[in-house]
C-alpha cells in the first residue's frame, strides 16, 4: 500500500483517480483548492479511513510526506482557463515546480497530467507524441497551453538535472460523469443543452473533428503509467483515436436524450483547432493500453449523470 498525493482530486478526472488508487488499495492524500473542483466529486469518499483532504494551492509549496505524486491540478475546460488566465499559468508552472519539489526531497516519482494543447492548432494530423505543436503564445488559449507547455519542460530538465522519476501524458478531450455542467467543453455543453431541450449550440460549420476518449479508459491510462516500467518517462498520449465531427456527436447526443433540440451554429472561437486526434502506439507498446468504451456506451452513462444532476437542480 502507499500512501498517494493527487493534486486536482476533488475535479472531474481527480476524483476517478481517487476511486481508482482506494480501490487498487492504496491511501490518498487529495490536494485542491476548489476552483473548479467540488466537493460533490469526492463527497462518496469522505468517510473511507484510508482518504485524506486537504484544500491547498498548489501555487504555494506544499510539505508532505508521500510515495507517488499525480499532478493534475489546473482548471481544464477554456471558460474555467480563461477566467483569470495568470494564476492559470502560475497553476501550472509554479504547481509543477512545487510537485516536483516535493518528488525531488522525497525521491518519489510524479506524473504529469500534461495535455494535447500542446499540439496547439496542429499541421498534421493524427498527432504523434514527436510532433512539436503549433501554438499561439499571444492568444486567449496560451496561458494554458504554454503553461502546460512550461510545465513538461520543467519536468524533463528536473529529470535530467536532478533524477527526479517522471511520468509525463498528454491527455486527448476527455468525458464522463462528474464533468461540470457548465465548463463549455462539447460533450457537457450538448449533453446539458439536449436533457433540457434547448437548442445546441455548434460553432463553425460542425465538420471540425475530436476524439473522446471514456474516463474509465483515461484513469487505467493514467494508472498503467505511473506504473510503467522505470525510464519510460513519455510523455504519452493518451486518448481515443475514434473520429467523430461535431454533427455526428450533436446527433448522437440528440438520439440519446430523446431530445426535440434543434442544431444552431455560432462563429469559431479564436485559436479553436480543427482536428485533434491522437496517435496511441506508443501507448499500446509500452503501456499495453488502449481506449476499450466506445463514444456510445461512454455516452449512455454521461447523460445519465447529467440527467441525475439537473434533476436534483
Ligand atoms: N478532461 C480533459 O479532457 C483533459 C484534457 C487534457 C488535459 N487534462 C488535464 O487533466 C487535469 C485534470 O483535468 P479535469 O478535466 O479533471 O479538470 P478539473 O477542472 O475538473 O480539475 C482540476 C482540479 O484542479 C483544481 N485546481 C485548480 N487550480 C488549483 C490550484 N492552484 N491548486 C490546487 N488545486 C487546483 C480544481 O479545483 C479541480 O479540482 C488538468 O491538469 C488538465 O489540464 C484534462
Not at 483515436?241 to 479564436?270: D, H, R, Y
Request: hydrophobic fraction near 35%.
Amino acid at each position: 500500500m502507499k500512501r498517494i498525493l493527487v493534486s486536482g482530486g476533488a475535479g472531474f478526472l481527480g476524483s476517478h483517480l481517487c476511486d481508482k488508487l482506494l480501490a487498487e488499495g492504496h491511501e490518498v492524500l487529495c490536494v485542491d483548492n476548489f476552483f473548479t473542483g467540488s466537493r460533490r466529486n469526492i463527497y462518496h469518499l469522505l468517510d473511507n479511513k484510508r482518504f485524506e483532504l486537504l484544500r491547498h494551492d498548489v501555487t504555494h509549496p506544499l510539505y508532505v510526506e508521500v510515495d507517488e505524486i499525480y499532478n493534475l491540478a489546473c482548471p481544464a475546460s477554456p471558460i474555467h482557463y480563461q477566467f483569470d488566465p495568470v494564476q492559470t499559468t502560475k497553476t501550472s508552472v509554479i504547481g509543477a515546480m512545487n510537485m516536483l519539489g516535493l518528488a525531488k526531497r522525497l525521491k518519489i516519482k510524479v506524473l504529469q497530467a500534461s495535455t494535447s494543447e500542446i499540439y496547439g492548432d496542429p499541421e498534421i494530423h493524427p498527432q504523434p507524441e514527436s510532433y512539436r505543436g503549433n501554438v499561439n503564445t499571444l492568444g486567449p488559449r496560451a496561458c494554458y497551453d504554454e503553461g502546460k507547455r512550461c510545465a513538461e519542460t520543467l519536468f524533463f530538465d528536473y529529470h535530467r538535472q536532478h533524477g527526479v522519476a517522471i511520468k509525463v501524458m498528454r491527455i486527448f478531450n476527455t468525458y464522463g460523469p462528474r464533468m461540470h455542467p457548465n465548463d463549455g467543453r462539447v460533450v457537457s455543453n450538448f449533453i446539458v443543452q439536449a436533457l433540457k431541450g434547448q437548442d445546441i449550440t455548434i460553432y463553425g460549420d460542425g465538420k471540425q473533428t475530436r476524439s473522446f476518449c471514456y474516463v474509465d479508459d483515461n484513469i487505467e491510462g493514467m494508472y498503467k503509467l505511473m506504473n510503467s516500467r522505470a525510464g519510460f518517462t513519455g510523455p504519452v498520449n493518451i486518448g481515443n483515436p475514434g473520429e467523430f465531427t461535431m454533427l455526428e456527436l450533436a446527433q448522437l447526443v440528440i438520439e440519446l436524450t430523446n431530445s426535440k433540440s434543434k442544431l444552431v451554429f455560432m462563429p469559431l472561437p479564436q485559436d479553436d483547432p480543427l482536428q485533434r486526434k491522437p496517435v496511441i502506439d506508443l501507448a499500446k507498446k509500452e503501456l499495453d493500453w488502449e481506449p476499450k468504451i466506445p463514444l456510445r456506451e461512454g455516452l449512455i452513462k454521461t447523460i445519465s449523470y447529467f440527467d441525475q444532476i439537473l434533476k436534483e437542480g
